[in-house]
């Protein structure tokens, strides 16, 4: 295959989809189907899962769960994660910010979890559709420059994800090669603290929507990082920009 000059890469779950909103639906769904006990119980496995695999896999909870709690609870659960309207917690602007994006170069998703519940989300949000099927599911982080790699080549890559792990491990793998977008949800202080320098995201955004503004002036956008140290990467991914714009 032959290298694209840029792809933009874009993380899921709580970058273009409110997965915490979708946690919280899922919890008071227990709480008022089977109390407060089962909600406690289930939402136990799934922060020990998290802690685990890095991500929130309800799947896996649930299989674990069926293992202690009453079998109509997940059966009822099953049914709540299959049929829920997941184009309901998408972000505002996401869509349309998948749609600018493809304007200028490819666009690919990428999402940790189990290949055939995050695909069925993934769907039913329509964000299959936004991408044209450009999804890559993958069970960790560091597989993610592998596959894409292998799937997307590129000469220079743009990642935006709400995991500074995951935009600290493009960042180990590709270096100058990509720039790390980091949507900023929740208080990150003590993580950001905790990075050294070189492994700071390059650019921050408070969310998805701002991606739909002037993309060279994004990247010159308030910095986590002193300007100085920051600049040459930046220009150097407005000029990859311009050039597919």
């Known amino acids: 295959m032959s290298r694209c000059p840029v792809v933009f890469l874009l993380d899921v779950d709580n970058t273009l989809l ?3 909103a979708i946690q919280q639906d899922l919890t008071r769904r227990l709480e008022h189907a089977f109390g407060i006990t089962c909600r406690d119980q289930y939402a136990r496995i799934l922060e020990d899962l998290f802690v685990e695999v890095g991500y929130r896999d309800y799947v896996g909870a649930l299989q674990r769960y ?11 659960l099953s049914c709540f994660l299959i049929e829920y309207p997941y184009d309901d917690r998408l972000f505002l602007d996401a869509l349309e910010v998948l749609k600018r994006l493809g304007k200028l170069a490819p666009t690919v998703l990428l999402s940790e979890g189990d290949v055939v519940f995050q695909a069925r989300k993934l ?3 329509g964000l299959c559709e936004a991408v044209e099927g450009r999804v890559l599911i993958y069970a960790s982080k560091a597989t ?14 743009v990642l935006v994800d709400d995991d500074l792990r995951a935009l600290e491990v493009a960042k180990k793998s590709w270096g100058k090669r990509v720039t790390t977008v980091f949507a900023r949800k929740g208080d990150h ?5 905790s990075l050294r320098a070189q492994s700071l995201p390059d650019v921050t955004i408070t969310h998805i929507g701002e991606l739909l503004g002037d993309l060279p002036r994004l990247w010159t956008a308030p910095q986590l990082i002193p300007r100085s140290k920051s600049r040459k990467r930046v220009d150097a991914v407005a000029r990859a920009t311009a050039e597919v714009s």
Do not use: F
């Open 18 to 20: 409110d997965d915490d």
């Open 144 to 157: 993610l420059s592998e596959d894409v790699e292998r799937n997307y080549p590129a000469e220079r890559y």
């Open 66 to 76: 069926r293992m202690r709690g009453p079998p109509e609870t997940a059966l009822s």
């Open 123 to 125: 769907a039913r949000a």
């Open 189 to 193: 202080t003590g993580r950001l603290r």
